[in-house]
Nanobody, 117 residues
Framework: QVQVVESGGGLVPAGGSLRLSCAAS????????MGWHRQTPGKQRELVAI???????NYADSVKGRFTISRDNAKNTVYLVMNSLKPEDTAVYYC???????????WGQGTQVTVSS
């Protein structure tokens, strides 16, 4: 079992920045990848960025060059730094942890990001 807790959302004007944090606990040694997803009402949840246990990263085209995912292994925390925010980045952002051995995904409760125009 893995628990993930997001923090750092809020209201920011267009062009501004935010840093989201995702703290993992539990069976963290089994985590193969962690990622950030986002969802707006009436739309499917979409992948924003992922980082593997080996440090590889991948981003949605819509956020490349603006968002950066990173991790602090000592704190068991993954970060998402979001720069040059746009109103269309407004969403609930969810963190998840993936364990390949079981095929399980563990999700956090989400944190709201609102970008005002």
């Amino acid at each position: 079992q893995v628990q993930v807790v997001e923090s750092g959302g809020g209201l920011v004007p267009a062009g501004g920045s935010l840093r989201l944090s995702c703290a993992a606990s539990g069976s963290i040694r089994n985590i193969n990848a962690m990622g950030w997803h986002r969802q707006t009402p009436g739309k499917q949840r979409e992948l924003v960025a992922i980082i593997t246990s080996g440090g590889s990263t991948n981003y949605a085209d819509s956020v490349k060059g603006r968002f950066t995912i990173s991790r602090d292994n000592a704190k068991n925390t993954v970060y998402l730094v979001m720069n040059s925010l746009k109103p269309e980045d407004t969403a609930v952002y969810y963190c998840n942890a993936y364990i390949a051995r079981s095929g399980a995904y563990y999700w956090g409760q989400g944190t709201q990001v609102t970008v005002s125009s």
